[in-house]
């Protein structure tokens, strides 16, 4: 998951990582009279997108009135779809070198690789296409760690001010206790700036590995304060994986591989996907019903899809499942199901004996993504 | 022959008497899978419908020579039940959990490597079947029939639907594989690739792929220079938009790495057979055997 700037840097503070004094709000009535932050400031609009800078995004604020201008436009401007609904106002900072940092996985190497560079500040991916050797990368083994001797040598052959090395070492350690105890997938601090204040991270992405929340209480603060769609919202609650995509042939289907094919196999057939649903291994019914209940509130949907093979689910159950939300009920668009694998013989008698009329049944995976194409048109 | 695992495969399931551990365990040895031995910490002594269960795998590999765990112990004790797996000396460990955060299996990775020589399939698979002779796993024994075609796949359905799609058409698996979606997979299509070069049984090779990573990528460059059998692939999420995690949390683009098309241009240039729909994994392997 994927955290607002405004969340990193609250981690940062957690793992005592210095970052610029700021106050974060959401409307121009969040910013009190008695706010100590001293200007000039810079107001930051809090979007998940790259380039808000370039799309004025992003504006120095050298006295009230400007500060409040400033709020006025930047909040509620649109930046490349996002909408903006919140800003971070950080005291500007006087900088003399501007350096790059990330954590990750590089899941080829089965290691994890810090990536340090003095050309921060800028488009990364630029600087490891154009000078790839100022761009450091150094693999850690995962159980081993990462040790004082390599950041001073990765400090060094990134030819960073050591006048700072001392600063600089215990931020980076910092940044790697945050990237390996916090459960981060990214830790990437562009730029990480020299200052007048000392060594500062005046940017923040990260991504948490949800897969951990139940070792980090502050992941589930964190998840509530992005916004997710509605349905998101609702079919997450009943334990779907559900995105919503652009189109118009509703999905549902049981494992993520299976689904995000069974999404390919209806472009293949001229049909454009409203959704992805997974149900997740071993469904109850109650699941398949929420998954449909999700897609009849969606307005876009013309025609749905449920494409199942049972190994741990049980076709049977998802069939009463489809019963259960569909039974005596006018369904908006054509359903068509494919169910095969465990249980499909019984799940397919389930359906025959209450059969709706907007149902269609499938043999093949092939077969109901073109009738679930045609039924959307 | 087939690979892995095969009628010698003796099994001992980590976390058996756990409601989902006990119901793929028993299935497991209805198709023929020596289940010899379950392990739970406290409970050493007790047994589950006649398979005994250990305090330790180390117990249980001293008393019944088991040479295989499966673990479907919870995310959270996950990588501590794979270490000590490896530390009793098994030579496959099947892991079946899914969920254990991406920190544990790197570190879980890094020291089976360092510590010991053990091959681990996944986590978050759904194991793997040599039909006809073993299952150590979730996967639907139903679907599959023995002959020699070798299937290895990062998607657990996908496996089902291709594995199906070739015994419609009366063609058999040697050795069915579900390497895992996750980050950190242990054996990867590489380890299951040379596999299946070596195996006399396998005649021929299906390979599924997902967007994420360069797992396949890395595949097309080995099985140029080193797959003499013909192989199939398919890879899911073509039309998936960047950005968005499908589900398995190694199936998201970032940027122009992991998409479809740069692992299926990939594929072909190593002389691949790429099919651009599932339900045509089985015609494209009939034409090449």
Not at chain 1, 23 to 38: A, F, G, K
Not at chain 1, 318 to 346: C, F, Y
Not at chain 2, 95 to 116: S, V
Not at chain 2, 261 to 279: D, F, H, R, W, Y
Request: charged residues 25%; contains cysteine.
């Amino acid at each position: 998951m994927n955290l607002f700037e405004y969340q990193g840097k609250d981690l940062y503070k957690k793992y005592s990582i210095n970052t610029p004094k700021s106050i974060y709000i959401n409307s121009m009535s969040d910013l009190t009279e008695n706010h100590d932050l001293n200007f000039p400031l810079v107001v930051k609009a809090q979007v998940q997108v790259g380039g808000r800078g370039k799309a004025g995004g992003i504006k120095l604020a050298k006295n009230k009135q400007e500060l409040e201008e400033h709020i006025n436009s930047i909040l509620g401007m649109d930046i490349k779809g996002h909408k903006v609904q919140s800003l971070l106002i950080e005291e500007a900072s006087e900088i003399l070198s501007e350096y790059y940092i990330s954590f990750t996985l590089d899941r080829s190497e089965k290691k994890y690789l810090m990536m340090l560079s003095s050309k921060g500040g800028m488009d990364i991916e630029e600087v490891a296409e154009n000078s790839p050797e100022d761009l450091i990368k150094i693999h850690i083994s995962p159980s081993l760690g990462l040790d004082s001797n390599m950041i001073n040598q990765a400090i060094k052959d990134a030819k960073l001010n050591l006048d700072y090395i001392d600063e600089l070492h215990e931020i980076i350690y910092k940044l790697y206790t945050l990237f390996t105890e916090g459960d981060c997938d990214l830790v990437e601090v562009n730029p990480l700036a020299i200052t007048k204040q000392g060594v500062t991270a005046l940017d923040s992405k990260v991504s948490l590995d949800m897969n951990a929340i139940y070792r980090h209480e502050e992941f589930i603060k964190y998840e509530e304060e992005i916004p997710i769609p509605e349905s998101e919202k609702f079919a997450k609650s009943k334990g779907l994986n559900f995105i919503k995509l652009d189109g118009s042939v509703g999905i549902i289907g049981n494992g993520a591989g299976l689904v995000m094919s069974t999404l390919d196999v209806v472009a293949e057939h001229g049909g454009k996907a409203a959704n992805f649903c997974d149900i997740g291994g071993g469904a109850k019914a109650e699941t398949v019903t929420a998954a449909l209940e999700v897609l009849e509130s969606e307005k876009e949907v013309t025609s749905v899809l449920i494409n199942i093979f049972g190994g741990i689910t049980r076709c049977d159950l998802v069939a009463e499942g489809i019963v259960e939300a569909t039974n005596g009920k006018e369904l908006k668009w054509p359903l068509v199901v494919r169910l095969d694998g465990t249980n499909s013989k019984e799940g397919l008698e389930i359906l025959s004996k209450n059969l709706n009329e907007k149902i269609i049944i499938s043999e093949s995976m092939d077969d109901a993504a073109k009738a679930a194409v045609k039924g959307s048109k | 022959m087939a690979v892995f695992i095969d009628e010698h495969t003796k099994v001992v399931v980590q976390g058996l008497t756990g409601r989902e551990g006990k119901f793929h365990a028993l299935r497991n040895r209805d198709y023929g899978t020596k289940v010899v031995a379950g392990t739970r910490p406290g409970k050493g002594g007790e047994e589950v419908e006649g398979i005994p269960i250990f305090n330790t795998v180390i117990d249980a590999v001293k008393e019944t020579g088991a040479n295989t765990a499966m673990t479907f112990v919870p995310p959270a004790f996950a990588m501590e039940a794979v270490l000590e797996a490896g530390e009793a000396g098994c030579d496959l460990i099947v892991c079946i959990t899914e969920g254990i955060p991406a920190k544990d299996e790197a570190r879980m990775y890094d020291l089976l490597k360092r510590n010991t020589t053990v091959k681990l399939l996944g986590p978050n698979c759904p194991g793997l079947i040599s039909p006809g002779k073993s299952n150590v796993g979730i996967m639907p024994h139903e679907i599959t029939k023995e002959g020699n075609v070798g299937v290895v796949s990062r998607s657990g359905t996908l496996t089902y639907q291709a594995v199906h799609e070739l015994t419609r058409l009366q063609i058999g698996q040697s050795t069915c594989i579900g390497i895992g979606g996750d980050p950190v997979p242990g054996m990867s299509f590489i380890d299951v690739l040379e596999a299946f070069e070596k195996d006399e049984q396998t005649q021929a090779i299906v390979m599924i792929g997902e967007i994420g990573g360069s797992a396949e990528e890395e595949a097309a460059q080995y099985i140029s220079k080193f797959v003499s059998k013909p192989v199939v692939s398919y890879i899911a999420g073509v039309t998936a938009p960047p950005g968005k995690k499908m589900g398995h949390a190694g199936a998201i683009v970032s940027g122009n790495m992991g998409t479809a098309s740069a692992k299926i241009e990939a594929l072909t240039n190593a002389g691949v057979n790429v099919v651009n729909n599932p339900t045509k994994i089985g015609q494209a392997i009939k034409e090449l055997i």
